[in-house]
């Protein structure tokens, strides 16, 4: 009786083992079941050996490409980068032939004066003609004298080497200018160098 009792409760404890490891079991089961998405893309990404082979071919070409045109970018920027170096060197060289051409006009009126003796009035009249081949070839190269005396003092345009005090002129004015400042086009290349007023305290 107890032996039986023993088997038949042995039983029933097997089925209720075999019963929670099929539960057990189920989840897994059911989750290996289920289609796997990485497996599932890398089907989808699956191609023939000709199409592999073709794709292959053509990324050597496109990079094949860009070798070439990163070469001829190169080749490119250097040859800008010296054609800019050359611009700068000579971008001055028709303004110091005109230069070279006043050059010659002062040349001769100092050989002049000392040859022929010449005096003062004549030889002052001989440099003001070579200054007004200056003025004009400064004119075509727009560069244009700057106006400073009676003006606000600008320190854009102006540098100060001096201040007085005077109630004879407005505060900041300047009175006095030791060396012209000039513009080329809209841009001060060269600043003034002026004397600037200031109120009697």
């Known amino acids: 009786m107890s ?3 023993n088997k038949t409760m042995s039983h029933k404890d097997q089925e209720k083992k075999v019963n929670t490891t099929e539960a057990q079991v189920k989840p897994d089961t059911a989750e290996k079941l289920q289609p796997d ?11 023939s050996k000709a199409d592999y082979e073709n794709l292959v071919a053509e990324a050597a070409e496109y ?15 250097k040859r800008t980068e010296r054609e800019k170096l050359e611009f700068i060197k000579y971008a001055n060289e028709g303004l110091l032939v005109q230069f070279l051409n006043i050059l010659d006009d002062l040349e001769r009126s100092v050989e002049a004066a000392k040859a022929q003796h010449q005096d003062y009035a004549a030889f002052l009249k001989g440099i003001e003609l070579v200054m007004a081949h200056v003025y004009e070839m400064l004119k075509k190269n727009d560069v244009k004298p700057m106006e400073s005396l009676g ?5 854009h345009c102006h540098e100060p080497l001096m201040q007085v005090e005077s109630n004879e002129h407005e505060d900041g004015a300047v009175v006095e200018e030791f060396q012209k400042g000039y513009y080329l ?8 160098k002026v004397k600037v007023a200031k109120q009697k305290t």
């Open 37 to 47: 998405p990485g497996l599932a893309a890398s089907e989808m990404l699956e191609i």
């Open 3 to 5: 032996i039986l009792g």
């Open 185 to 192: 086009g809209d841009r001060v290349v060269r600043v003034a």
């Open 63 to 77: 990079k094949d490409k860009y070798v070439r045109l990163f070469a001829e970018f190169e080749n490119a920027r």
């Open 151 to 155: 003006k606000k003092f600008d320190p």
